[in-house]
T-cell receptor, first 115, second 113 residues
Framework: DSGVTQTPKHLITATGQRVTLRCSPRSGDLSVYWYQQSLDQGLQFLIQYYNGEERAKGNILERFSAQQFPDLHSELNLSSLELGDSALYFC??????????????FGQGTRLTVV | AQSVTQLDSQVPVFEEAPVELRCNYS??????LFWYVQYPNQGLQLLLKYLSGSTLVKGINGFEAEFNKSQTSFHLRKPSVHISDTAEYFC???????????FGSGTKLNVKP
């Protein structure tokens, strides 16, 4: 158990809909990362938040948005869903304290299926 | 900018044989290096990491990796694999002055009996 919790584990929804994926980082971790994993694109970095602020942006579509709340949990919002958005969405967290870099700990992922 | 290249998308190997999974990176700054393993339908789990010190790093499940700065490589090795090592392996780098992780495209290790 990595200590990172993602809900829900599975999600099936129709095209055009909007969904919210939730992530609770390890206790005390300040950084949260979102990744998308699909068969054809591999593991793609979407976005990083650090202590409530957006820190880095990757290949995140404009239809997607994220936020990190004061209690450090994060949500990834996916809207106007398309078939191609079907993928595993991972959240990861790292301590990122005092300038000390550490490894990222991954959740079990949310499998999104758009039908 | 940083990038990671995993040269082999799939590596088939027989049980008890040695294996090496290759990882090369490019970076304009010093980096930390990681190997993660992903078993089917699971998240990524850290195998080992190199932050500083000895260039030979030992991880879980009998894996080790060697950091070679001149060749910008961080290859993963195991002297004798088991069926249970069948999984996908990801190499990752992170700038030492900034917490952001860049992943390779992954190598699927298929251990055959």
């Amino acid at each position: 158990d990595s200590g990172v919790t993602q809900t829900p584990k599975h999600l099936i929804t129709a095209t055009g809909q909007r969904v919210t994926l939730r992530c609770s980082p390890r206790s005390g971790d300040l950084s949260v990362y979102w990744y998308q994993q699909s068969l054809d694109q591999g593991l793609q970095f979407l976005i990083q938040y650090y202590n409530g602020e957006e820190r880095a942006k990757g290949n995140i579509l404009e239809r997607f948005s994220a936020q990190q709340f004061p209690d450090l949990h994060s949500e990834l919002n996916l809207s106007s869903l398309e078939l191609g958005d079907s993928a595993l969405y991972f959240c990861a967290s790292s301590a990122d304290r005092g300038g000390m870099n550490t490894e990222a700990f991954f959740g079990q992922g949310t499998r999104l299926t758009v039908v | 900018a940083q990038s990671v290249t995993q040269l082999d998308s799939q590596v088939p190997v027989f049980e008890e044989a040695p294996v090496e999974l290759r990882c090369n990176y490019s970076s304009s700054v010093s980096v930390y290096l990681f190997w993660y393993v992903q078993y089917p339908n699971q998240g990524l789990q850290l195998l080992l990491k190199y932050l500083s010190g000895s260039t030979l790093v030992k991880g879980i499940n009998g894996f080790e990796a060697e950091f070679n700065k001149s060749q910008t490589s961080f290859h993963l090795r195991k002297p004798s694999v088991h069926i249970s090592d069948t999984a996908e392996y990801f190499c990752a780098v992170s700038p030492s002055n900034f917490n952001k992780f860049y992943f390779g495209s992954g190598t699927k290790l298929n251990v055959k009996p």
